[in-house]
């Protein structure tokens, strides 16, 4: 099991940008693949971005050209910088951690308002 911190939400508005972070506890961070998601009001749970243990990385059409995934492992670190903000990435950004094809290791999330 590894522990993971997510900070770095806040509001901002359209067209701006924000870095999410996503620290986790433990010394075997580089053994997980790391993943983003976010959960707007009403909707449900959306992946956003994933990056593998050696660090290639995809992201979700809606966010590609927009949004990069990256990690440093000798940070424990996953980040997420987001650019060119719109109201609808709007959300509540989860951290996730997966040792093999499952992501069941959550953190607890860092709210994002985009305003118009």
């Known amino acids: 099991q590894v522990q993971l911190v997510e900070s770095g939400g806040g509001v901002v508005q359209a067209g701006g940008s924000l870095r999410l972070s996503c620290t986790a506890s433990?010394?075997?961070?580089?053994?997980?693949?790391m993943a983003w998601f976010r959960q707007a009001p009403g909707k449900e749970r959306e992946f956003v971005a994933a990056?593998?243990?050696?660090?290639?990385?995809t992201h979700a059409n809606s966010v590609k050209g927009r949004f990069t995934i990256s990690r440093d492992n000798a940070k424990n670190t996953v980040y997420l910088q987001m650019n060119s903000l719109k109201p609808e990435d709007t959300a509540v950004y989860y951290c996730?951690?997966?040792?093999?094809?499952?992501?069941?290791?959550w953190g607890q999330g860092t709210q994002v308002t985009v305003s118009s």
């Open positions: 433990g010394r075997t961070f580089s053994s997980y693949a």
């Open positions: 996730a951690a997966a040792l093999t094809s499952t992501y069941n290791n």
């Open positions: 990056i593998s243990r050696s660090g290639g990385s």
